[in-house]
């Protein structure tokens, strides 16, 4: 079950912005980094952004992390067609003493 | 380029066992910690394992634990997933994924995955 907790949609037009809330913690998003990942249709999860707010060699500068105590978020802007994906954020829970995935938000873009 | 390559699933009964295998290349394998994480059909990714570069940690989700055992074999560069008395619920596409960090595992991602392997338990 997940412990971190996103909508399960979200949506906007090309060139807009799209911001996704996860949820946590003290024992997870509030003691440790926070990661997010991007599946694509069909294909295995990507890392968008590591250490919060991080983004890996190659990731569009478009994607940005942030974290504030218990809670982060991602945030698209210039929304674009191949943005259309499903997103989740992940930290490791030091209660459970394991990984811990958010429940994973649908981007929609019209 | 890091490449990391998922094998072993197929369909069994339950009680039935399995064991994956993720074959790695293009880093330095023994030196990072390794994970699986599942994703059920149309659900979400749930963690499953992890073990530390050397092999001697290993963590296991409450859902898995005392079923399921990671292991590696460094001089092979393949990381495994043995999995016994398996239930319909551990229906999922198992990813092998390379994890990235320092220190201790809240510093820890996942940096890499495999494409994945399938897993059905059925009757």
């Known amino acids: 079950q997940s412990v971190l907790t996103q909508p399960p949609s979200a949506s906007g037009t090309p060139g807009q912005r799209v911001t996704i809330s996860c949820s946590g913690s003290?024992?997870?998003?509030?003691?440790?980094?926070l990661h997010w990942y991007q599946q694509l249709p069909g294909t295995a999860p990507k890392l968008l952004i590591y250490s919060d707010n991080q983004r890996p060699s190659g990731v569009p500068d478009r994607f940005s992390g942030s974290k504030s105590g218990t809670s982060a978020s991602l945030a698209i802007s210039g929304l674009q067609s191949e943005d259309e994906a499903d997103y989740y954020c992940?930290?490791?829970?030091?209660?459970?003493?394991?990984?811990?995935f958010g429940t994973g938000t649908k981007v929609t873009v019209l | 380029e890091v490449e990391l390559l998922e094998s072993g699933g197929g369909l069994l009964q339950p009680g039935g066992s399995l064991r994956l295998s993720c074959a790695a290349s293009g880093f330095t394998f023994s030196g990072y910690a390794m994970a699986w994480v599942r994703q059920a059909p149309g659900k979400g990714l749930e963690w499953v394992s992890c073990?530390?570069?050397?092999?001697?940690?290993?963590y296991y989700a409450d859902s898995v634990k005392g079923r399921f055992t990671v292991s590696r074999d460094n001089s092979k560069n393949t990381l495994y997933l043995q999995m016994n008395s398996l239930r319909a619920e551990d229906t999922a596409i198992y990813y092998c994924?390379?994890?990235?960090?320092?220190?201790?595992?809240?510093?820890?991602?996942?940096?890499?995955w495999g494409q994945g392997t399938m897993v059905t338990v059925s009757s």
């Open positions: 073990i530390v570069n050397g092999g001697g940690i290993t």
């Open positions: 003290s024992s997870n998003i509030g003691s440790s980094i």
């Open positions: 994924a390379k994890l990235r960090g320092a220190v201790t595992w809240s510093n820890y991602y996942f940096d890499y």
């Open positions: 992940a930290a490791w829970d030091d209660s459970l003493n394991g990984y811990v």
